[in-house]
């Protein structure tokens, strides 16, 4: 069985290929009729909706997207109303996702699909493709989630079940990676029932076949199709290249209250982390060691893709407030109208015993 699927697969010997999908289609897709999430997202082919979807869930658990995906179709149930929105809007509601320019590029996009006419949303790929934030993987999903077209989705769980069935030991978050995995998705893929296809083997990936298998690989019902399973190598699968080294950055931030007014600015950088965020006067500083003093200080550590932060909030009671350059002057109350990182959030929580409400 193992060399017959080898030949099926690499060398597309077309009557055993037929015959290898079409079993690996009728195992994937009895195991999701059985056992698939019902998830508003996939109770609907509203290409709006769909594209909300994955652009939160990126990076994003559904558990912790849920609640801003059924926010934001609610406050913006078109995508006119999502381009007609303020930047700092979206951003509000974004706070907490992380990954902010996930926000942005949703925003320019509503706006362009808009401007061109395209409302409530493009049709072609191509078209899908050509948006801010848009990738390969997303239109893929938004043309077979929507419009039931032959293109796969290829996000991480997908790779996964993928680099398992074939045993495929190249990296693929590379260039080289990325093209051979394609090539061989579109191999698999059911062009008959592309929308089931994807919407099957990512479930397969996010429920089943996860990084830690453990006794999973004894009872998967892929499990005769899984040359990964074969070699003993499903384990060790997919390979990734390997990771640019965490850098560490040190931040000081200066939380003034007078009982009714705070300072804050926003970031302007674009090429930094949270650019158009909302944070209190901040200081980036080199020694590890330098602490400032107030009425009160706690030290948080934040974990991004790249960076850890160590931060110092600073808590400085006053009569009067003082002047800094670039920072606007605002009611405590007013806080929550403004878009802050999860660091800032995550602050303001530890510290609200000492600041006012």
């Not at 076949?209 to 998967?220: I, N, Q, R």
């Not at 606007?328 to 995550?346: E, P, V, Y």
């Amino acid at each position: 069985m193992w060399i017959f699927l080898y030949f099926c697969m690499f060398f597309q010997k077309n009557t055993a290929e037929l015959m290898v999908k079409s079993l690996l289609y009728n195992h994937l897709y009895a195991w999701y009729d059985a056992n698939h999430r019902v998830l508003p997202w996939r109770e609907t082919d509203d290409p709006y909706a769909i594209w909300l979807s994955e652009i939160i869930l990126q990076q994003t658990r559904v558990a912790q997207g849920m609640e801003y995906y059924m926010r934001f179709v609610s406050r913006w149930p078109r995508v006119g109303d999502l381009a007609a929105a303020e930047e700092a809007e979206v951003l509000r509601e974004w706070q907490g996702l992380g990954y902010y320019s996930r926000a942005r590029n949703l925003h320019k996009a509503a706006q362009l699909v808009v401007e061109n006419g395209w409302s409530p949303f493009p049709t072609r790929f191509e078209d899908i493709r050509s948006l801010p934030g848009i990738g390969d993987y997303t239109a893929g999903a938004i043309a077979s989630f929507a419009y039931d077209q032959p293109y796969p989705a290829m996000d991480g769980n997908v790779y996964r079940v993928v680099a398992r069935l074939l045993d495929i030991d190249e990296p693929f978050d590379t260039t080289v990676g990325k093209k051979l995995f394609h090539q061989h998705i579109n191999t698999l893929l059911d062009r008959n029932h592309p929308r089931l296809f994807n919407s099957a083997i990512m479930e397969f990936g996010a429920l089943y076949c996860t990084p830690v298998l453990g006794e999973a690989c004894e009872l998967c019902p892929l499990q005769s199709l899984c040359l990964g399973y074969a070699h003993g190598t499903a384990e060790l699968l997919p390979v990734r290249k390997v990771r640019p080294k965490v850098r560490d950055r040190w931040f000081v931030y200066h939380i003034y209250t007078d009982g009714q007014q705070t300072l804050i600015r926003q970031r302007e950088n674009p090429k930094d982390i949270w650019y158009h965020l909302y944070e209190f006067p901040c200081e980036e500083t080199q020694d590890e060691r330098r602490k400032a003093k107030g009425d009160r200080s706690i030290s948080l550590t934040h974990i991004l893709s790249h960076q850890k932060l160590h931060a110092q909030f600073v808590v400085h009671k006053v009569q009067k407030m003082p002047s800094i350059e670039g920072t606007s002057l605002i009611q405590w109350d007013d806080l929550n109208d403004f878009a802050l990182s999860r660091l800032t959030l995550r602050a303001l929580d530890t510290l609200r015993l000492a600041l006012p409400r």
